[in-house]
C-alpha cells in the first residue's frame, strides 16, 4: 500500500510548523526528509506514525502498517538482546528473529542485557526491532544516530532488504546512505509566521 500525504498540516505545541505537505511513497521506494534542525521533520514522522493528529490535510496508508524508530532505541535494559527482540515479536505476532540478529551482527551479543551494550550497540537492536515488527512501512528518525561507520552499513542493508521485499521507508537523515531514494525537501513547506489573532485560537 502506498502511504501518501495530501495537503498535510502539522503542529508543535498546538502551532504549525509544515503545511500544505503533500508526497506518495509507494511500496519498493525510499523517501528521505531533508531540512535544517527544527524545521518540522521529527513532527511530521510522528505525525505519520500516528503519534499526533494532523492539523489538517489526509493521510492514507499508515496507521497499523507503521513501524517507527525515534530518538529513543524502545530497549527494556534488563532483558537479553534475545529476549528483548522475542519481546516485540509477540507484541506484533511475528516469528523468527535470527534474521534481525543477523543483519545487524548481534549475534555474539544476544544473552548480554540490553542495559549492558554501548550506545552503538543499544542503536542496532534498537533498529533490528523493526525487522521483527512485520509492519511494511519504515518511518525512521536520525536512525543513525551513535552508529559508526559499519553499523551504518548495516542499517543501510537492512533498508535495501526491506525495499526489496515490498516494503517502504520514511527517513530524516543528514547523512548520504547510498540508497536509491527520493529526496523531499521540508523547507518548502515551512508554514507561515502566525500572527497575534491566530495565536489565541491554539488556546480555543
Same mark, same amino acid.
Given at each position: 500500500?502506498?502511504?501518501?500525504?495530501?495537503?498535510?498540516?502539522?503542529?508543535?505545541?498546538?502551532?504549525?510548523?509544515?503545511?500544505?505537505?503533500?508526497?506518495?511513497?509507494?511500496?519498493?521506494?525510499?523517501?528521505?526528509?531533508?531540512?535544517?534542525?527544527? /524545521?518540522?521533520?521529527?513532527?511530521?514522522?510522528?505525525?505519520?506514525?500516528? $503519534? *499526533?493528529?494532523?492539523? =489538517? !490535510?489526509? @493521510? &492514507?496508508?499508515?496507521?497499523?502498517?507503521?513501524?517507527?524508530?525515534?530518538?529513543?532505541?524502545?530497549?527494556?535494559?534488563?532483558?537479553?538482546?534475545?529476549?528483548?527482540?522475542?519481546?516485540?515479536?509477540?507484541?506484533?505476532?511475528?516469528?523468527? /528473529?535470527?534474521?534481525?540478529?543477523?543483519?545487524?551482527?548481534?549475534?555474539? $551479543? *544476544?544473552?548480554?542485557? =540490553? !542495559?549492558? @551494550? &554501548?550506545?552503538?550497540?543499544?542503536?542496532?537492536?534498537?533498529?533490528?526491532?523493526?525487522?521483527?515488527?512485520?509492519?511494511?512501512?519504515?518511518?525512521?528518525?536520525?536512525?543513525?544516530?551513535?552508529?559508526?561507520?559499519?553499523?551504518?552499513?548495516?542499517?543501510?542493508?537492512?533498508?535495501?532488504?526491506?525495499?526489496?521485499?515490498?516494503?517502504?521507508?520514511?527517513? =530524516?537523515?543528514?547523512?548520504?546512505?547510498?540508497?536509491?531514494?527520493?529526496?523531499?525537501?521540508?523547507?518548502?513547506?515551512?508554514?507561515?509566521?502566525?500572527?497575534?489573532?491566530?495565536?489565541?485560537?491554539?488556546?480555543?
Amino acid at each position: 500500500m502506498t502511504l501518501s500525504a495530501d495537503n498535510l498540516t502539522v503542529t508543535r505545541g498546538g502551532i504549525p510548523v509544515l503545511e500544505a505537505v503533500s508526497f506518495a511513497l509507494a511500496p519498493g521506494r525510499a523517501l528521505v526528509l531533508r531540512g535544517p534542525n527544527g /524545521i518540522g521533520k521529527t513532527t511530521l514522522l510522528r505525525t505519520v506514525a500516528g $503519534l *499526533q493528529p494532523p492539523y =489538517a !490535510g489526509t @493521510l &492514507s496508508g499508515a496507521g497499523d502498517n507503521v513501524a517507527y524508530a525515534a530518538h529513543a532505541d524502545g530497549l527494556k535494559t534488563t532483558l537479553s538482546v534475545t529476549e528483548n527482540l522475542t519481546f516485540w515479536a509477540s507484541v506484533f505476532g511475528t516469528g523468527d /528473529i535470527a534474521a534481525a540478529l543477523a543483519a545487524y551482527h548481534l549475534e555474539p $551479543l *544476544q544473552n548480554r542485557p =540490553a !542495559g549492558a @551494550l &554501548s550506545a552503538g550497540q543499544k542503536r542496532r537492536l534498537g533498529l533490528a526491532r523493526l525487522m521483527v515488527t512485520g509492519r511494511p512501512v519504515w518511518v525512521l528518525d536520525e536512525p543513525t544516530v551513535s552508529l559508526d561507520v559499519e553499523a551504518v552499513a548495516m542499517f543501510a542493508g537492512a533498508v535495501r532488504a526491506h525495499l526489496g521485499q515490498g516494503g517502504s521507508a520514511l527517513i =530524516a537523515t543528514h547523512i548520504d546512505l547510498g540508497l536509491d531514494a527520493d529526496v523531499l525537501d521540508v523547507g518548502q513547506f515551512r508554514a507561515k509566521p502566525q500572527s497575534a489573532d491566530d495565536f489565541d485560537e491554539v488556546f480555543l
